[in-house]
């Protein structure tokens, strides 16, 4: 039995659309109704695992849950032991510096050393400002960042933008990009090894 | 001005209801339309701040709110700098070690040494099995922790248990508690020390 770990949110619809296309059909996860966090297909090969966004690494690199969904975001912020297979394309948002609009700031680098930074991303924003070679303070929050430069709490944050519609709302601009984000398809690698062709095929047909 | 970090959830009703005895009225945070995240009192002397029960410790640690309204279990997970203020009795739960029901063990003692507990409260979870000299391989798991036995990535959680209706729907069992949880007044120190009679004003009358 294939258990495939989908993340809860705005990745699931896209998420079910491709595994139908590799033959596993889940769409009873999208019924509002459904209540139930372990699905079956309605072939009955493959169970669905309905979790929050960073938990699917976790089920995946524990190896609960063979393949997986996620966000490139996620990956890069929890560095979870599982492998990158296909980048599904869907999803499409970048994690981004952003700051208040009358703040003048028009790029990270500008920003004034040993300033406070405010994300959920506090492992990415570590690293992009260790590269940069300018020590910030970072705040980690959980929800609502844009908050952070409103309240004073931080004068920069760095957070997932899709739209900008948030940041416009706020009052914020993004300055700098730290990188780009997808939907990722993921493994469990030691079940990715012992695979007799099953996951494979599944693999192959979410690639194309 | 005053800013007061009240938690979204389970908790904002009741936290409403006490500040309103003190002489803030918050209710507007009440209403289902609303969508602002930073709300001024009726009498215009104070500003609630909407955030997630886990930011509620960060804003008040760094003084951009005053005072703040979280649950124990929060604070006991991240050790903010925040001063405790005031017990106000609701939001009453307990953190617990829970198993499947058909486990078979009685005691938290009794798991097998280095088993794997899933937690949304690693640090409570890791506290209370060090105290307990049982060295266990701990999961953080950011939602829905009660999937972890039943998905096999865990043999026993530590969770937040209200009514005990949650892990009865899934199988499982509360075998010990690690201790109980009431919302908390919490308070930053320096303004505390600085506070001129308006903050002592309201802790008092919460108090009562």
């Known amino acids: 039995m294939i258990t495939v770990a989908l993340a809860k949110g705005a990745l699931l619809k896209d998420s079910v659309t491709r595994f139908a296309k590799a033959g596993l059909d889940f769409s009873a996860v999208l019924d509002p109704d459904n209540r139930q966090l372990m699905v079956p297909s309605s072939c009955g090969r493959a169970n669905a695992l309905l979790v929050r966004n960073g938990d699917v690494p976790v089920y995946v690199a524990y190896g609960q849950a063979q393949l997986g969904v996620v966000g490139y975001d996620v990956l890069r912020e929890q560095q979870m032991p599982v492998a990158q297979l296909v980048d599904l394309g869907f999803g499409g948002c970048r ?20 300033c406070r930074v405010a994300s959920k991303f506090t492992n990415c924003a570590r690293q992009f400002f260790d590269e940069l070679d300018l020590p910030v303070d970072l705040v980690h929050l959980t ?3 844009e908050l952070g430069p409103i309240t004073g709490i931080a004068e920069a944050i ?14 914020l601009i993004a300055i700098e990009d730290l990188f780009q984000s997808t ?19 599944i693999i192959e047909a979410m690639r194309s």
């Open 183 to 201: 939907a990722r398809l993921v493994g469990h690698p030691l079940s990715l090894r012992l695979d007799r062709g099953n996951l494979q095929e």
């Open 158 to 171: 760095v957070d997932l933008v899709a739209t900008g519609r948030t940041l416009k709302d706020n009052g």
């Open 143 to 145: 929800g609502s960042v």
């Open 95 to 114: 994690m981004a510096v952003a700051v208040k609009e009358t703040s003048g700031y028009l790029r990270a680098a500008e920003l004034p050393p040993h």
